[in-house]
């Protein structure tokens, strides 16, 4: 089966092995891109997630190349870190706003077809910090637990039209992201993984394309982590 999918977030790191990890699987595959290319194969549309003409005109492009979006994944975000003592207001706004705010907005535009299909799969980018936090994240760690309140309650509200939602939270994974992390914070983490490695985005993607596909149409509002077993247990 084909179905339209929307990656927001999807030229590089675990976003774009998500949009590859679709067409792999015979999807009709649409990114979101602000810098960079969308990878081979895949439909790209300039889109700010922090903008909200910006996602629905995404979204309108995506509409008429590929039909309506059945599959959201929202993966956009960034990280700004700082001691809380010393974070600027809008350094804590700037997360919300692309981590939390980018993936409400992304799924407002995309629900409506959802709910008129009475189908779709909502898919939400957490992160092991939500749970843990730590220090120097205060805003990371906001953004991202706060999508777990947004996966479960939307879950509530979406689930009679067999509208699924779920949060899959990666851990330490080898992206630009981490790129600027220091050699000791990521021995600290790996300390704390039972698998003692860095996961690759590839891996994301299958936990992923697994929550989506028409056989996992019984699991919402579930907190799905790829993570080495770093964080388990929510
Ligand atoms: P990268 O920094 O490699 O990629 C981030 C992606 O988000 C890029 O495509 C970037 O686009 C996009 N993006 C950022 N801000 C905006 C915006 N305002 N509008 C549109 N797109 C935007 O990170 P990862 O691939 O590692 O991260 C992907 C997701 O996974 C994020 O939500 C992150 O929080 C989460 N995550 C990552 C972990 C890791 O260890 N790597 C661990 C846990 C969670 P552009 O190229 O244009 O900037």
Not at 33 to 49: A, I, K, L, Q, T
Not at 204 to 220: E, K, M, N, Q, S
Request: proline share 3%; glycine share 12%.
């Amino acid at each position: 089966m084909s179905r339209s999918v929307l990656v927001t977030g999807g030229n590089r790191g675990i976003g774009a092995a998500i949009a590859t990890a679709f067409v792999e699987g015979g999807d009709k595959v649409a990114v979101t891109y602000r810098s960079g290319e969308p990878p081979e194969g895949v439909f790209g549309v300039r889109c700010d997630v922090t903008d909200t003409a910006s996602v629905e005109a995404a979204v309108d492009e995506v509409r008429s190349q590929q039909g309506p979006v059945e599959v959201l994944v929202a993966n956009a975000g960034i990280a700004r870190d700082a001691l809380f003592l010393g974070m600027a207001e809008q350094e804590f706004a700037d997360v919300i706003d692309t981590n939390l705010m980018g993936s409400v907005r992304a799924v407002k535009a995309v629900v409506t077809d959802m709910v008129r299909a009475r189908w779709g799969r909502i898919i939400l980018v957490g992160s092991t910090t939500a749970f843990w936090g730590g220090a120097g994240v205060t805003n990371y760690a906001s953004s991202k637990s706060a999508l777990v309140g947004l996966a479960r309650s939307l879950a509530w509200e979406l689930g009679p039209r067999k509208i699924t939602v779920n949060v899959v939270y990666p851990g330490l994974i080898e992206t630009e992201m981490i790129s600027s992390m220091s050699a000791k914070s990521r021995e600290h983490v790996l300390a704390n993984t039972p698998l003692k490695r860095v996961g690759t985005p590839q891996e994301v993607a299958t936990a992923v394309r697994f929550l989506a596909d028409d056989g996992a149409g019984y699991i919402t509002g579930a907190l799905v982590p790829v993570s080495g077993g770093n964080g388990m247990g929510h």
